[in-house]
Structures are given as structure tokens and as C-alpha cells.
T-cell receptor, first 113, second 109 residues
Framework: DAGITQSPRYKITETGRQVTLMCHQT?????MFWYRQDLGHGLRLIYY???????DKGEVPDGYVVSRSKTENFPLTLESATRSQTSVYFC????????????FGPGTRLTVL | GQQLNQSPQSMFIQEGEDVSMNCTSS?????WLWYKQEPGEGPVLLIA?????ELTSNGRLTAQFGITRKDSFLNISASIPSDVGIYFC?????????FGKGTLLTVNP
């Protein structure tokens, strides 16, 4: 089915472990984004990508790594998870960045113990 | 960085009432987007606005792009119980959206 998917939907991990969250879109949108959503903070941009092999930091990038070898995939890696990274993570895509409609995936709820 | 002020933070209304919420910023945006989020799901796009002064409707929802490009409002007419959720505004610049913190809407049947 067309759209944007995220996996896993739920993840529990321990402090210090590496975790990778997956995002896949079928629209061939140029831009992809990773946000985290926390109570009291709303949606905050972690990283974004304007095209394959082009990524840049958002508002809260520390502790996260991204890559984009293919247009349709944009994985987010927590290299050494911390409790402060417990959050709901959303992936989104759009054709023209902030000048266009942005579509969100269903989210991944990550708990770091 | 760019900041958006969204108000009100929450609303508790009776079914059938009209609702209005807005977002303001000190920054100019190229686009304004309005989203609704329900528990356990991602934000869903409701309305997209691309020009200053633009007024757009989607069913019972109406949104406007402020003439100064620094604000936008969303109105919901004749609310129904399924309107409950969190409504977010997003102001778009060149490559990204900046989001308000959301308005939690509760509709009492």
C-alpha cells in the first residue's frame, strides 16, 4: 500500500543499547524528517533529509544518527540509548520540504529503561 | 529558532458548538498546515495553506493564512464527538515545519 510506514511500532530497550527505527515511504518524496513528540514540547525535529545522501540536523539531533542511501528509506539510530530518549518518534515526508504538505507515519513508541 | 504560539492549549465544548483556535509567530512563514492527532496515531493533515490571505475549507473545517504571514486560525463548525483530538498548526519555511504545541479538543455529547 502507498504511504509512509514505521517499524517497530513499539520498542523497549535498555540504557546503552543501540536502537534503529525504520521509516519507509512509497511516494518518492524528496524530503524526509524525524521528529520526537514529548508532553509539553510538542513535535521537535531531530534530523531531516532533502534527498538521498543529503541529511542535516534539526532542533534536537544529539544522540541520534541518520542515513539515507535510498530515497524511500530514512532510518534513525540511537547509538547508545539514554532514558531521556524515551519518546514517541514520528517519521514524515514531503516533496518540497517546508513549502509543501508533510505526511506522517504512525509513530514508534520507544521506552528506554 | 522560530517559535509558534498556539492557543488555546485545551478546549472543552458541547456537541454542536463552533470552535476556533489560532497560531501566531514573530516569524514569517511560506505555508501553514493544520493537523489532527488522535491517541496512538500520527498527525493527519487537515488543511494546507500556501498564500497570505488564503481561506480554505474542508467540510466543517475552515482555516486562514494570515495576511501578515505570521499567523493562522482554524475554525470547526457544529462540532461532533469524533472531533476530539489534538490539533496542531505547522508553519513552513524553506525546508521544515515548525509546530505549535497543540490544542486539545474535548467534545461533550
Amino acid at each position: 500500500d502507498a504511504g509512509i510506514t514505521q517499524s517497530p511500532r513499539y520498542k523497549i530497550t535498555e540504557t546503552g543499547r543501540q536502537v534503529t527505527l525504520m521509516c519507509h515511504q512509497t511516494w518518492s518524496h524528496s524530503y524526509m524528517f524525524w521528529y520526537r513528540q514529548d508532553l509539553g514540547h510538542g513535535l521537535r525535529l531531530i534530523y531531516y533529509s532533502a534527498a538521498a545522501d543529503i541529511t542535516d540536523k534539526g532542533e534536537v539531533p544529539d544522540g541520534y544518527v541518520v542515513s539515507r542511501s535510498k530515497t524511500e528509506n530514512f532510518p534513525l539510530t540511537l547509538e547508545s540509548a539514554t532514558r531521556s530518549q524515551t519518546s514517541v518518534y514520528f517519521c514524515a515526508s514531503s516533496e518540497r520540504g517546508g513549502r509543501d504538505e508533510q505526511f506522517f507515519g504512525p509513530g514508534t513508541r520507544l521506552t528506554v529503561l | 529558532g522560530q517559535q509558534l504560539n498556539q492557543s488555546p492549549q485545551s478546549m472543552f465544548i458541547q456537541e454542536g458548538e463552533d470552535v476556533s483556535m489560532n497560531c501566531t509567530s514573530s516569524s514569517i512563514f511560506n505555508t501553514w498546515l493544520w493537523y489532527k492527532q488522535e491517541p496512538g496515531e500520527g498527525p493527519v493533515l487537515l488543511i494546507a495553506l500556501y498564500k497570505a490571505g488564503e481561506l480554505t475549507s474542508n467540510g466543517r473545517l475552515t482555516a486562514q493564512f494570515g495576511i501578515t504571514r505570521k499567523d493562522s486560525f482554524l475554525n470547526i463548525s457544529a462540532s461532533i464527538p469524533s472531533d476530539v483530538g489534538i490539533y496542531f498548526c505547522g508553519g513552513g519555511s524553506n525546508y521544515k515545519l515548525t509546530f505549535g504545541k497543540g490544542t486539545l479538543l474535548t467534545v461533550n455529547p
